[in-house]
């Protein structure tokens, strides 16, 4: 099997891997430089750098790398470590470059207002595949959304059971009404989504969660919930706006170590005595 092919054919399956490369030798190995090896997410593997302890140690490390999703440089020195001794080696020093191999990192918009639009734009700037869903047709439209990878002119439900997110999937609910944002979050957080954000102020969000957590979804699943959405950086208009949830979509997508200021509220004990609202989006700048 070509191992390009098989890149190309992981990615369209929305599903993780590593490539492992051959990138310095000295001495005596058996393969050449250059010598590649693709492992799955199901640990499969196509190709090889050889066999033995050696393509082993870096199937291992193939598995850790596509999970941390940042690539790795294995250095085997097979004069002496005496577990490389099993007679595929004759003696010799490898470098093995090792680098993820991820999906598309898909972001479904729920809503076609200014904020969506705008999203859209930087969003896809920033690599993301923008898939659009909005009930108007008027309003969901391919003129009005270029940069969408798809756009659905559909009702909320229906898309709900037509779209299937997975973990490399992104969820941004900025409907034009809390009533559709609720249902949605509602579905948003029962998926592999990796990542799910509501836009509105924070009294809403509060609201919409005490009202699902009543119906009977667990707490847990609301851990992940990125709202009121976007990193803190006093974000206005709808241009701000879009620039402050794709910077949020960009540090999950990096695994941005530091803390990052947003939620903050939601993590406290007692966060329903906490009544004071921050700014919301208005109407008009969500339609």
């Not at 999970?67 to 294995?74: A, D, G, I, V």
């Not at 003696?91 to 705008?118: D, Q």
């Not at 009533?179 to 609201?207: C, F, N």
Request: charged share 25%; aromatic share 6%.
């Amino acid at each position: 099997m070509d191992i390009y092919e098989q890149i190309v054919e992981l990615r369209r399956q929305g599903r993780r891997g590593a490539i492992a490369t051959i990138v310095n030798v000295r001495g005596s190995i058996p393969s050449f430089k250059t010598a590649k090896m693709l492992v799955r997410d199901d640990g499969s593997i196509v190709g090889t750098i050889g066999g033995g302890c050696v393509e082993a140690d870096v199937w291992q490390a193939a598995r850790e790398i596509m999970e941390s999703e940042k690539p790795r440089t294995l250095t085997f020195d097979l004069n002496q470590d005496p577990k490389y001794d099993t007679g595929l080696v004759c003696g010799g020093t490898l470098e093995v470059f090792v680098e993820p191999i991820l999906p598309p990192a898909l972001l479904y918009v729920f809503g076609a207002g200014h904020v969506s639009i705008n999203l859209c734009k930087v969003a896809a700037n920033a690599g993301f595949d923008v898939v659009i869903a909005d009930d108007r047709t008027s309003y969901a439209t391919p003129e009005r959304f270029p940069a969408a990878r798809e756009v659905h002119a559909i009702d909320f439900d229906e898309a709900m059971r037509k779209l299937e997110p997975n973990e490399a999937s992104y969820i941004v609910i900025v409907t034009r009404g809390h009533r559709d944002d609720m249902r949605l979050l509602r579905w948003a957080v029962q998926t592999r989504a990796r990542y799910v954000g509501m836009i509105g102020s924070k009294r809403k969000v509060i609201e919409i969660f005490k009202t699902l957590r009543e119906e009977g979804l667990p707490a847990h699943l609301f851990e992940r919930v990125h709202a009121p959405i976007g990193l803190d950086i006093g974000a206005i208009t709808p241009e701000e706006i879009a620039v402050a949830i794709t910077a949020e979509l960009i540090a999950v997508r990096r695994h941005a170590e530091k803390s990052l200021p947003h939620m903050s509220w939601f993590r406290k004990e007692n966060v329903g005595t906490d009544a004071s609202p921050v700014p919301d989006v208005t109407v008009k700048e969500r339609q």
